[in-house]
């Protein structure tokens, strides 16, 4: 699969813990399948999203390995690889590239702060090498507010220089519309794939090339982002954004990762896709309702999912 099959609405996928924090691996698979079945282009599991900080490089390689057993195509995930240690990041990406994944969303080496572009840039090139595999695809995470460690332009222009094809493009979670357009302008011409990190800029990003978008919403609303990304050229694009929005605003005005499972836990019927790992807290049953409520008011829906129990 090419860099070009990934683009779309990728979702972070969120991952399921049973009662002793283990992770789920059937729950993360049916939610996967269903998600693919919604619209969703791609999965980028193990993704902020997913708590997968939070996840030893052993737990993520198990729930690969479960999609992978599930039927879930490999080709259509985008696994997170980026660890602080980078033997880590070089054994995560290894296996997951070996076993056919479309591309790794790759932070950068982010304990350390302050840290030169050279040092980032020998960080993602000892991954390279060490990998050694040609179909290596990788796709930078920014995400500056969490990782303190930016993407600057002239990184990006130096790591496209040393390792074209294998540099396949940036999710941009900074939130920040004037950097999306800098990157759009820069780059979407030259084939990197640029995804804002939020619906909210999906519309905008399209219009100047943009590849997508890879939305923690994209969990519990992917049908109609789906559907925007593929009507972004029609008369009603606006207003299919505005919709978009409109649900995002009420998600994230909680904490947003236990916002997102209590969405999912409250429609699919399944209290245990509240969970989250500490130090995260699941939202308080006061805090639920209200959510659910809000949500109600929007006629927001997910269709199918409480099937997946």
Known sequence: ???????????????????????????????????LDQGASGLAVFGTTSEANSLSVDERIELFEQLRAAGIPPARLMPGTGC???????????????????GVL?????????????????????????????????????????????????????????????????????????????LLDAFAGSGFAVYPGSEVLLLEGL?????????ATGNVNPGPIAHLYAHWRSAGADALQAGLDAVRR??????????????????????????????????DAAQQAQLAAQLQALDFQMPGIAALR
Not at 141 to 151: A, D, E, L, M, T
């Open 106 to 182: 790759m932070l950068p080496p982010f304990y350390y702060k302050g840290v030169s572009e050279e040092g980032i840039f020998r960080s993602f090139a000892e991954v390279i090498e060490r990998v050694g595999e040609a179909r290596l695809r990788i796709y930078l995470y920014h995400i500056p507010q969490v990782s303190q460690v930016p993407f600057s332009l002239p990184l990006i222009e130096r790591l496209l220089a040393a390792y074209p094809g294998t540099i396949a493009g940036l999710k941009d979670s900074s939130g920040d519309p004037a950097h999306l357009r800098a």
């Open 207 to 215: 219009r100047h090339g943009g590849a997508g978008c890879i939305t």
């Open 1 to 35: 699969m090419d860099q070009a099959d990934l683009r779309g609405v990728l979702a972070p996928v969120v991952t399921p813990f049973g009662s002793d924090l283990a992770p789920d691996g059937r729950r993360f698979a049916a939610h996967c399948r269903w998600l």
């Open 84 to 102: 602080c240690a980078l033997t880590d990041s070089v054994r995560l990406t290894r296996h997951v590239v070996r076993a056919g994944a479309g």
């Open 250 to 283: 009420t998600i994230q005005a909680f904490p947003l990762i236990p916002a997102i499972k209590a969405t999912l836990a409250h429609h699919a019927g399944d209290a245990a896709w509240s969970r989250v790992r500490p130090p995260l807290v699941e939202l």
